[in-house]
């Protein structure tokens, strides 16, 4: 099987770099035209500068692709309307959508303002739930859309000092459980990635070591056929250093205790009600 999207286009949040960067040149490669958007600021979503994404346009040109250049920030709705907008002018077509940007503010949740923790969740959930929702109509219409949601191990399990990040991450995977729904029956597949790769945003959380081995264009293949036409629907897909894998939201059979059951028959049960040989997605199961 040969991926090629000739013919397709796709907007690639966050792309001036890093994670975002890579994906956008392998659609590149691949024949996509490409809408670059980055707003270029900080990792902490400070400033701004358009020469990143620029850089990006000039070597999909240069390589013989067709690329445009956006420099919206995804938290702004005004501004996502501007980048859907600029696709649509110079493409005439949507067919792909990686939510890839984002910030980080880590700090202890002891430690962490509201202010730090708005700021993450508006750029990676708020960020991908307003470019989904200004692309989704159009690829409804078209009958044709593959999304990609970014999550994380942070968002899937956890980690310190990343209380705002880890939520907004997880967000993203409830985005798509009910996107896979409404958008199965207009061809549109939402998928989540869940990356461990050495970009700006992770040089200070790894050891060089451990960074030499997860570069991001590792990444890369898992995200190249989560936008494919041959894409399922409702997969969290994880790579790392050429690892790859999935993971999944699982639930164990119940436990019967009747309609009379006390918290000290919770207690007694506890074990075997957390024991999660056998467990499935909820999907599987009859409701």
């Given at each position: 099987m040969s991926i090629d999207f000739t013919g397709r286009v796709a907007i690639v949040t966050g792309a001036g770099?890093?994670?975002?960067?890579?994906?956008?040149?392998?659609?590149?490669?691949?024949?996509?035209?490409?809408?670059?958007?980055?707003?270029?600021?900080s990792v902490d979503g400070t400033g701004g500068s358009s020469e990143a994404a620029l850089q990006v346009v000039e070597e999909i040109k240069s390589a013989g692709g067709e690329a445009i250049a956006n420099g919206a920030s995804v938290s702004d709705e005004t501004g996502v309307a501007g980048l859907v907008s600029a696709c649509m002018d110079a493409f005439g077509r949507i067919d792909i959508l990686i939510n890839n940007a984002g910030i980080l503010r880590d700090k202890s949740f002891h430690k962490m303002t509201m202010d730090d923790f708005r700021a993450v969740v508006d750029v990676h959930l708020l960020g991908a739930a307003m470019c989904t929702h200004a692309v989704w109509p159009i690829m409804r219409e078209q009958a044709y859309g593959r999304i990609v949601m970014t999550t994380s191990p942070t968002g899937l399990y956890g980690n310190f000092g990343q209380v705002n990040y880890g939520a907004a991450k997880l967000g993203q995977v409830g985005l798509m459980n009910s996107l896979k729904i409404e958008g199965a029956k207009y061809n549109v597949?939402?998928?989540?990635?869940?990356?461990?790769?050495?970009?700006?945003?992770?040089?200070?959380?790894?050891?060089?070591?451990?960074?030499?081995?997860?570069?991001?264009?590792?990444?890369?293949?898992a995200v190249m056929y989560l936008c494919s036409e041959e894409a399922p629907n409702g997969i969290i897909l994880q790579a790392q250093g050429g690892n790859y894998g999935t993971a999944a939201i699982v639930e164990h059979l119940h436990v019967e205790l009747g309609n009379d059951a006390t918290a000290e028959d919770i207690a007694e049960h506890f074990e075997e009600i957390t024991d999660l040989a056998g467990a499935h997605p909820r999907g599987r199961l009859q409701l």
């Open positions: 770099g890093g994670l975002g960067k890579c994906h956008a040149l392998e659609l590149a490669r691949r024949g996509a035209k490409l809408v670059v958007n980055d707003l270029g600021g597949h939402t998928n989540t990635i869940s990356p461990v790769a050495a970009t700006r945003m992770t040089e200070d959380l790894m050891p060089e070591e451990a960074l030499a081995k997860v570069g991001p264009e590792l990444v890369t293949p």
